[in-house]
């Protein structure tokens, strides 16, 4: 009915923090923080970008999907389940449940790729002038 | 079927990336992304869906399969689309402001 919703409330998070991280990354550049062993590593910044693509995508589709079945309208409340309240209980429990395991399973898979990433590059490090 | 169709759509662009990897002049990264965040949330909407119906939910119906087929097919074109969009957007290869020039000289 609305969930996708709850990952894209997740997408817009994640995408200011994205751009707060990017601000800062870019200020410790320039004040000369940038080190070596930093530039080795996958900026914070890019790895939150991945993060923010699956989320968006994700929604995007998933609210076509939606339009599809006739659940999304142009005109207000835009949501055809907010039209009465028993579609808008059964709604936000929709987006409590299904919308909810959505968030949670996209971010899982990040965290489960950002694992994977640490671990490259702590092999690269140790590996001398980084070549395996 | 909307689930595996976007899980295949992911599953190509992820091998296309990965052949012209680390290079990304097409972008195919972004296609990758889009394709697999809505495989994993029509995964999960697959989970519930067969809690609810249990083995029925791997029987539909002819009409139901062909609407859903479809259904998928036109997301993997709407993924297309915000692909094309963005390459456009982006233009890493430069060939956009190339060929504004070259119209203009």
């Known amino acids: ?132 | 079927m909307t689930l595996l169709t976007t899980v295949f759509a992911a599953v190509i662009c992820t091998a296309l990336w990965y052949k012209n990897a680390p290079k990304d002049e097409m972008k195919i990264g972004i296609l990758c992304w889009i394709y697999w965040g809505a495989s994993l949330m029509w995964f999960v909407d697959a989970v519930f869906e067969y809690a609810e119906l249990k083995a029925a939910f791997f029987t539909p119906a002819p009409a139901e399969m062909l609407n859903d087929l479809y259904l998928g097919l036109s997301a993997v074109a709407l993924g297309l689309v915000i692909w094309v969009v963005f390459l456009l957007a982006k233009d890493p290869r430069g060939a956009i402001k190339e060929a504004l020039l070259h119209k203009k000289q």
């Open chain 1, 1 to 132: 009915m609305a969930c996708f919703v709850v990952p894209a409330v997740e997408a817009i998070v994640i995408a200011a923090a994205a751009k707060s991280a990017q601000v800062k990354e870019e200020k410790a550049r320039l004040n000369g923080g940038e080190t070596f062993t930093v530039r080795e590593k996958i900026p914070l910044s890019r790895k939150l970008k991945w993060l923010r693509n699956m989320l968006l995508g994700g929604s995007a589709l998933l609210a076509f999907e939606h339009v599809w079945h006739g659940e999304i309208t142009a005109w207000f409340p835009f949501l055809t389940a907010a039209g009465n309240p028993a579609d808008t209980a059964e709604m936000l429990h929709e987006m409590a449940t299904v919308g909810v395991a959505m968030a949670v399973l996209v971010t899982a898979v990040w965290g489960c790729m950002l694992l994977v990433t640490d671990a490259i590059e702590k092999r690269t490090a140790k590996t001398p002038s980084g070549v395996n």
